[in-house]
């Protein structure tokens, strides 16, 4: 069970820090992503991090946002700088299964958290 937060609306250029609590003791042994879906539209890849903290980010955020992992705390973050309009989504974490940066790749998809920035 995943619980993403710390959504908002803020201006651009601003900054957003989302956060994914995970339930479970096998947290650490799983990478984890982030995806956003804006309507109408299928959700896309962000970022992900595996279990050992190794990242990868799509190249619109490559830059601006940061992945990182806290597995004491059973939970991952999106650190968000410098967000632009079109960062403008419903964000979602979810557990990596498999070797994918589509959807089909994660699952366990908690409920998403909303991003809205503003120009």
């Known amino acids: 069970q995943l619980q993403a937060s710390g959504g908002g609306s803020v201006q651009a250029g601003g900054s957003l820090r989302l956060s994914c609590a995970a339930s479970g003791r096998s947290f650490r042994s799983y990478s984890m992503g982030w995806f956003r879906q804006t309507p109408g539209r299928e959700r896309v890849f962000v970022a992900h991090?595996?279990?050992?903290?190794?990242?990868y980010y799509v190249d619109s955020v490559k830059g601006r946002f940061t992945i990182s992992r806290d597995n004491a705390k059973n939970t991952v973050y999106l650190q968000m700088n410098s967000l632009k309009p079109e960062d403008t989504a419903v964000y979602y974490c979810a557990r990596r299964i498999r070797g994918s940066n589509f959807e089909t790749g994660y699952d366990s998809w908690g409920q998403g958290t909303q991003v809205t920035v503003s120009s």
């Open positions: 991090i595996s279990w050992n903290n190794s990242t």
